[in-house]
């Protein structure tokens, strides 16, 4: 007689067996059971609504997704439906590399709009890292945002970026870090600043902007919560401000200081003030990273037409502890139907290269002297093509004329930048040989480990390449700058053309909307009156500002004489000018000087 043995799960935390009857959690990845008791003990955590055990959590990214229901009833929900959308989006939103955001976003990046956003942590420390990472990218934002400039609107103007108009907020008074915000927008939009919704305060800094091409308007904004700010008045500012915004097309970026992926009552008040409004987020990873903290989503960007949006996510090649955060949406007629003209690189002229050229072409010069050009041709050609020339041409799209000192050098160093900070994160992730139950990265103590010693290691090494990288950058464009300003010795008008480029002041290739009470004027008849209406009016309006201020001058003077307009000019010279008469002599050397 054969006894059938009855095989019991054990729970994976205590080892104990699991029993009829006794309440379980399942992981909802590797599938291993334990006990409900033993869940806070195991280090289990919830994660989008998931169980995951303690080898398991750390291999599941977060996610910020309050509309996820309605994808999970997906059977019985309309694919049109809005909350939908949201959830379908927010479910698709994930970090890519540089490379992989080329490979798979590059066609909706050419055929529809797309705006990007990164709390830069300083522009004078950070921006010629952040336009190198543009030219990295390789991709045509139509709008960009920018927060902690730590730039008031005066200096705005040197941070310029070609094909762009800027426009920055004043900073908070008395505050020089963790304030300023600026948007950047396509040259081919005509843009206007709207004025009645861009503040600064304590609790909250805002900039919007409106943008309209063939008709179509959308409208831009950045917004800047302080952490140091009350956050209850924060919630009444931003309130008031979505209360006077349109009520579709219009996208909200910004750091907002609210890490959506804890549970708190601060967050469900910002929920319900933002959705009641009519504004959805579209950012669901984590969006700010610092060594020794959690990884938390403060940056979004929140948008009332979601039907517009196509794709959204983060960016992980990052220069601050921020990552940008990009969304790509249908909102306007702007679309690149010009293809890219592409350029075959045949040399590389990089420092090494160049000095070794120089270096081999001395010395074959000093061993055998060309007899005529022709030899000395051949000799600097063979030299050159072997110092510089490339095995095989690059085909590259990029327009060097946009930021010409930002070379093949400098993008291969950003690359390995970037290389070496995956791999110090992916050395902290490495168990702990001495902490039991601890990753290299959760150790606070010193740790001599084999393992916690070689992410401490690959730390530095990122650190130092991080720091040489931006002195790269810097000298790069210094070097650039200067070698143009020496070929323009003598040539002043040349001079002055580098210096207005670097300054950032260049003509606006759109004209600005028409503005008359609020209201965009495009009926070319109108606009024409109200130009004659405000150069005839001119005159009358100085004699009645005049009339005014007399008027004011007898009530505050009360009997004193009126000033007159010989009262404000300098007095005259009487010695200025010495006449006499002429004598005969000079008379006749006239007429003898004159000819016949």
Not at 24 to 45: D, L, T, W, Y
Not at 446 to 459: D, I, L, M, P, V
Not at 460 to 470: E, G, L, Q, S, Y
């Amino acid at each position: 007689m054969m006894i059938n043995q009855i095989f019991r799960e054990r729970c994976s935390h205590c080892l104990k067996s699991l029993y009829v009857g006794q309440s379980f959690i399942e992981c909802a990845s590797c599938n291993s059971v334990m006990h409900s008791k033993c869940f806070s003990r195991s280090g289990a955590e919830i994660i989008n609504r998931n169980y995951y055990c303690y080898i398991c959590k750390d291999k599941v990214e977060i996610k910020y997704n309050p509309f996820l229901n309605f994808e999970d009833n997906a059977d019985q929900s309309d694919p049109n439906d809005e909350n939908f959308k949201i959830s379908s989006l927010l479910d698709k939103c994930q970090s890519y590399t540089a490379e992989k955001l080329k490979t798979l976003h590059s066609n909706n990046f050419h055929q529809n709009c797309s705006s990007l956003f990164l709390n830069i942590d300083g522009n004078k420390s950070n921006f010629d890292c952040f336009t190198a990472e543009l030219h990295r990218l390789n991709q045509n934002f139509t709008i960009i945002g920018l927060a902690e400039t730590n730039v008031t609107s005066a200096e705005s103007s040197v941070y310029h970026l070609p094909k762009y108009n800027q426009y920055y907020q004043n900073t908070l008074i008395g505050k020089s870090k963790g304030t300023g915000i600026a948007i950047y927008v396509n040259e081919d939009l005509s843009t206007v600043v709207n004025e009645h919704v861009s503040d600064v305060t304590e609790n909250l800094e805002t900039l919007f902007v409106t943008c309209q091409k063939n008709g179509r308007e959308a409208t831009f904004g950045v917004i800047y919560r302080p952490p140091s700010g009350n956050f209850a008045r924060f919630l009444e500012e931003l309130s008031k401000v979505l209360e006077h915004l349109p009520k579709k097309s219009v996208q909200i970026m910004g750091d907002f200081n609210v890490n959506l992926h804890a549970d708190s009552k601060e967050i469900t008040k910002f929920e319900d003030i933002m959705f009641s409004s009519g504004f959805f987020p579209v950012i669901s990873t984590y969006t700010h990273e610092k060594p020794g903290c959690k990884r938390t989503c403060i940056d979004n960007i929140f948008t009332n037409d979601i039907s517009e949006s196509i794709a959204s996510g983060t960016i992980s090649d990052r220069i601050s502890h921020h990552l940008p955060i990009f969304h790509v949406f249908n909102s306007l007629d702007v679309k690149n139907h010009t293809k890219p003209v592409k350029k075959i690189q045949r040399y590389d002229y990089t420092e090494s290269n160049v000095n070794k050229f120089a270096a081999d072409l001395k010395i074959e010069l000093s061993q055998l002297p060309p007899k005529n050009l022709d030899e000395f041709t051949n000799t600097f050609q063979t030299i050159l093509n072997k110092a510089c020339k490339l095995d095989k041409p690059k085909i590259s799209k990029r327009t060097p004329i946009a930021n010409p000192w930002i070379t093949g050098g400098i993008i291969a160093s950003i690359t390995k930048k970037h290389e070496l900070h995956d791999g110090w994160l992916q050395a902290k992730k490495e168990k702990c040989l001495l902490n039991t139950g601890k990753k290299c990265g959760e150790v606070k103590e010193y740790c001599h480990c084999k393992s916690c010693t070689s992410a401490r290691e690959k730390h530095v090494v990122f650190t130092d390449k991080r720091r040489a990288v931006k002195i790269i950058i810097k000298l790069a464009k210094r070097r650039y700058i200067c070698g143009k300003l020496n070929e323009c010795q003598g040539d002043s008008k040349k001079m002055w053309k580098i210096i207005n480029d670097v300054r950032g002041k260049c003509k606006n290739q759109i004209k600005p909307l028409f503005i008359i009470n609020n209201e965009r004027i495009i009926c070319r008849r109108i606009i024409a009156q109200e130009f004659n209406r405000y150069f005839v009016s001119i005159a009358s309006n100085l004699n009645k500002a005049y009339d005014d201020y007399l008027m004011i001058q007898d009530i505050n003077d009360s009997g004193n004489p009126r000033a007159l307009m010989t009262d404000y000019l300098p007095k005259s010279c009487q010695s200025s000018i010495f006449l006499a008469d002429c004598t005969a002599d000079e008379i006749a050397k006239i007429i003898n000087d004159l000819e016949n």
